[in-house]
């Protein structure tokens, strides 16, 4: 199991929690997500190794932007 | 046709101006719902007279708090 941290930007209420949190879970082998827009912390949880790339592009998706925390 | 204003209170984004608008356009005889994370302003165009009451629920309904303008 890997644990990935990201920072996400732009999120404002829970409706952007959700739209992140749908879009991420989508992502081959994502198992759990965690997420807040106080923070703006991101939160992975998946199987094995984690496609940075593809967890940045949901959250993109999802009309948001993300970086690696 | 009849146009009513309100100030509604709490919404920070696109999500939630998509949800009053779900709501309120739930209410009979509304024709056309405008509204406005930034200004706070909803405008409700119905038929005839409006509910005041069924407006001021639908808001809350939504997770907002809404006034007459």
């Not at 644990?3 to 929690?17: D, I, L, S």
């Not at 940045?56 to 999802?62: C, K, S």
């Amino acid at each position: 199991m890997t644990t990935t941290e990201y920072t996400v930007t732009g999120m404002t209420c829970g409706h952007c929690e959700m739209s992140v949190r749908e879009e991420v879970s989508e992502v081959d082998g994502v198992t759990e997500v965690a997420v807040s827009h106080e923070t703006g912390r991101l939160t992975v949880t998946s199987e094995g190794p984690l496609d940075d790339a593809a967890v940045l592009a949901a959250v993109d998706e999802a009309g948001y932007t993300a970086s690696r925390a």
